[in-house]
């Protein structure tokens, strides 16, 4: 099989994870979480199987461990404190108690970690 263009490929990925991203977060606000799950799952799929990396704003709301779409107010409890420069945000997964913590520099120039 001959791929002619990878660009389109990729193109058509992303817009299949973004639907499914949409669709879990419809679920989520629905009740329906088992189907949160389900998209989760299908969209690290089509990332995998397509070789295309998750967009950042998308998989920050996958959790790493149950694959759940996760919705802030509904199965993810988001806190956020700013020290400094720094701005720190903690996700955590309500369906499976998954945190995730991760941090911004709000001003550049003293490094990233
Ligand atoms: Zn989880």
Redesign the pocket.
Same mark, same amino acid.
């Given at each position: 099989m001959v791929r002619r263009n990878r660009g389109a490929i990729r193109d058509i990925a992303i817009e299949r994870m973004e639907i499914l991203f949409k669709l879990g977060i419809e679920a989520v606000k629905n009740g329906y979480t088992d189907l949160a799950k389900r998209y989760g799952e299908l969209l690290i799929r089509i990332s995998m199987r397509n070789r295309v990396k998750i967009p950042k704003e998308i998989k920050r709301w996958i #959790?790493?461990? #149950?694959?759940?779409i996760?919705v802030p107010g509904f199965n993810a409890r988001v806190r956020t404190r700013r020290d400094g420069k720094v701005l720190r945000v903690v996700t955590k #997964?309500l369906? #499976?108690?998954?945190i995730h913590r991760y941090q911004f520099v709000v001003r550049r120039g003293s490094g990233r970690s």
């Open positions: #959790c790493k461990q #149950c694959h759940t996760m #997964c369906s #499976c108690g998954w």
